[in-house]
């Protein structure tokens, strides 16, 4: 979980959400705080490309709370911390929890098969 979690912390923080792209299942699901769910790897991706594009938020960190895994799936409980800075360049810290549900690929790779995050 940590090794993934840089990955995905690398992508978003580097902007590279073309990375994204490697870290969804193909029919993964992204549900985002007071959004309409967001289905499918490609249109995950853009979501992340949207967020990051701005510039705005950095400095995106991941706490794991909580892990449990079997066989075919795993999931890991999350607080997440990131900084944020407004039009005016005024930066404030941004935190939230998260769940990531994590499916067992042939290959013994694992892929966020459902990705749910709030802000506090």
């Known amino acids: 979980m940590e ?12 902007n590279h959400p073309e990375a994204f792209l490697g870290m969804y299942a193909k029919d993964a699901v992204l549900l985002p705080q007071e959004s309409k769910p967001i289905e499918g ?10 967020d990051t594009k701005t510039g705005k938020w950095k ?9 449990e895994q079997n066989a075919k799936l795993a ?6 911390t990131l900084l944020y800075t407004n039009e005016k360049g005024e930066r ?4 939230g929890n ?4 994590f499916e067992s690929q042939p290959d013994g790779s694992w892929l966020i098969k459902v ?5 506090d």
């Open 75 to 80: 999931y890991q409980v999350n607080r997440w």
């Open 41 to 50: 790897r490609e249109a995950i991706a853009k979501h992340w490309a949207e």
């Open 59 to 67: 400095d995106h960190t991941f706490q794991i709370i909580h892990v």
């Open 92 to 95: 404030r810290n941004v935190s």
């Open 98 to 101: 998260g769940v990531a549900i």
């Open 115 to 119: 990705h749910i995050y709030n802000v």
């Open 3 to 14: 090794a993934f979690n840089v990955r995905w912390l690398r992508a978003y923080n580097d």
